[in-house]
């Protein structure tokens, strides 16, 4: 089985008025989606964050670039997706779902929705008790079998800046109750802080993604018996590099992150599947 992912999108709105933005806006984003497409996977995944403010107009256009080649594609909900209008209202343009599962012979993959709907206030990660309660279940269901968890906040003190205010699903939630059920191997996909991070806690690798605008790439994840491959793939076209700094300049609800690359530790992990038995 084969993944893709990708980070913070943050698609957006322009100021028709402002030169170059929207030739510098299209270019960047049909450069970076198109490279994403064109990578085969049994899945592509955006951890959340697909656009900069969840307008009709943003959602209608991205998913109009994403729909240029038939791709198995699902969209974790990210908080600057609800911000302009409600989850019902978001789930209802994309098609989308708000939290399911997707269990195979390889792994169970499990898709949370952690945003906070319409909180121009507090970006950080909220799971109720009815969704706390199915991923329970799913992961007590997935047994011995990998599991790997997708979702736009991550756990609060794992991976870079999770333990900043609103920088993480909210650790009054009790997600490490939920996570230390796993049996076996459980690796937890993110995004929000838009930094590169890895980290292993426990039974558990987290692998955080950085906002696309920043680090221009995305993460392929091959799963085989024996071992789980998390690799980086850099975007360095010219659509891409050249048009960047145009978006930095004129997004509204968008900050550039020099750093967000982290160290090369941060890039690629492997996870094996099994324990080696040590010779008497």
Known sequence: MKLVLMGDLHYHDIDATVAGWREARAAFYETLLGRFL???????????????YGTTME???VYELLRR?????IHVLGNHDLYAQTRREVLAITGGQR??????DKAMLVFLDSAKEMDYEDWGGSIDGEQLQWFEEMVIASGTKPLLVFAHHPVYKTTARSETDKGSI??????????SRKEGKGIYFNGHTHVDSIVEQNNWVFVQLSACLDQHG???VDIDEEEIRITAVDVEETGVL???PTLHKHMNHFTHNPNARGEDADRKVVVPLFTAVQPN
Do not use: C
């Open 38 to 52: 064109e990578l085969d996977a049994d899945f592509h995944i955006s951890l959340g964050d697909l656009t900069n």
């Open 59 to 61: 959602l209608q256009e």
């Open 69 to 73: 080649k038939e791709r198995t594609f």
């Open 99 to 104: 939290y399911h599962a997707i269990d195979s």
């Open 170 to 179: 909210h650790p009054s939630i009790g997600m490490w109750r939920i996570l």
């Open 218 to 220: 995305f993460r392929v």
């Open 242 to 244: 050249e048009h960047a």
